[in-house]
């Protein structure tokens, strides 16, 4: 059993028509799982539903009290990817024992031409096979939580 | 370095608009790779462009050949579904130290709602963080190869 | 009012993921009209759903009948593009005093790269648009029923 | 000949996947024509990318005076929905003797689930069938310069 921790971010954005701009509703993990035919027994919970450019303090705290409070040891947490390595900093501080994996994506799920399907195969599948401890699945790599940076000219994950 | 080995499958089929028929042209993987912002490095082979079904044992063994004969130890091989367990079976016969994980789709890439995305990001997780062994990665799960069958009323992989 | 009748063709078409081949099931153009934002008062009746190459003359006859029974004098036809100029021969023979457009898709709606959904909504304006006769709405253009063939080479239906 | 005049809009933004928002780029109607396998002869020009809700008086006039310019006899003018009533106005007032038709979409061609494909077939083929006017095409429809207003609350067009 894996929980999906949904804490928002590009991977979950999706276009207000009326408004005509980026918003939140529902996370759409669901439905990619569907889409993915994912047998894996996964729980999924969502947390907030935020841009992690706007995430504080307490909610990195609330991410981490979830983390430690889950029943399951292996861990997916979905996360925008600006601030993804300080939350990854954030739980390697407290978990212990625990596999826990953040993905997002570059382009919201819901826009077609995404990355977060690929992502999210393959966040659930190091979950599965890697060893305890906190780790960012991004761009088909798995980086430990002390030897990733995003770079923000090209979008792309690389190690330190 | 991971080697992705081609043989085609549902995976990679494609709809031929003249013919109105499902037919193979060219590998999807490249596509699907740049769309899932991959950073692995791969080197991609196309070693035949075929329905599984189709498949022959000579078809097979110049797969282990292929498997065999590559400097990389770390293999992922897109593949039909529906033989995909026969295959692995000849792979797991001649291979040693060497992590192989066999994948295909569903539903093919080109039409939009594919699992394929989803498998690939998987395949090429497992392929990293699996001990050697020749492997079946479908529905967000990871099978050795003499513990899986694909269940013909559901579509779905599951354990013996 | 517009009446949308259903034929099939590979506008409808679907990937059956268990015989990993193409079918029919439901008809897509509800969901096309959604997605399109339509708010045409339209009235979609499922005649068929076959391939029209195997549509026979009294297939022909039915949707003949279909469109001498139907109340709106303005209706759309899907169909599938191989005899689709042959349907509409059909038609003209017995229909007057109506606006009747055929159209369909080189590749299926369900299939993401489709044109089914520019058909749709060029067939529909037309169908408001012109007078009184027998059309066939590909590729952008109207065609009277009989000045039109479709070139098997490329796929493109064009003035004789 | 059919002129199509490209000013922006919903129709036109796709996701800068590196600021994380919604941007102008490159117009998608050429990519759109190829899709919907038109084989109408259109004349494809970029006036502007812009946001309808940031058009100036200059830039309306600047599009009337493109219309009154174009060779063309039948033209359709991309445009941003918010403000597309307010450009038809202004077209109405100088043109004679052009059917120009004005469409856009509520949600990006880029999204996957767009109407625009829809609304562009649309909108080519009311500017192939009606007379001299100015018009709105969008949701199906083709309404009077005079006759129009975009229903805030529900994103959809209707008669005065």
Redesign the interface.
């Known amino acids: 059993m894996i929980a999906i921790l949904v804490t928002g971010g590009?991977f979950d954005?999706q276009?207000n028509?009326?408004a005509?701009?980026?918003t939140f509703k529902e996370t759409h993990v669901p439905e990619?799982?569907r889409?993915?035919?994912?047998?894996?027994d996964v729980a999924v919970r969502q947390l907030m539903m935020i841009?992690s450019l706007e995430m504080t303090d307490a909610d990195r705290r609330s991410i981490a009290d979830a983390c430690l409070a889950s029943a399951e040891s292996r861990i997916v947490v979905t996360h925008g990817t600006?601030t993804m390595v300080d939350t990854a900093r954030t739980l390697a501080k407290v978990m212990e024992g625990k596999t826990i994996v953040l993905t997002g994506a570059?382009?919201?799920y819901?826009?077609?031409?995404?990355?977060g399907?690929?992502?999210?195969?393959?966040?659930?599948?190091?979950a599965?096979?890697?060893p305890a401890g906190v780790y960012i699945?991004?761009?088909?790599?798995?980086f430990r939580w002390d030897d990733v940076r995003k770079n923000?000219?090209t979008?792309?994950?690389?190690s330190l």
Do not use: I, Y
């Open positions: 590009t954005k276009h028509e009326l005509g701009t980026l990619m799982l889409l993915g035919r994912c047998r894996v841009d600006d570059m382009v919201p819901a826009f077609g031409s995404s990355d399907l690929f992502n999210l195969g393959s966040a659930l599948s190091f599965q096979a890697l699945a991004m761009n088909g790599r798995a923000r000219e979008g792309v994950f690389e």
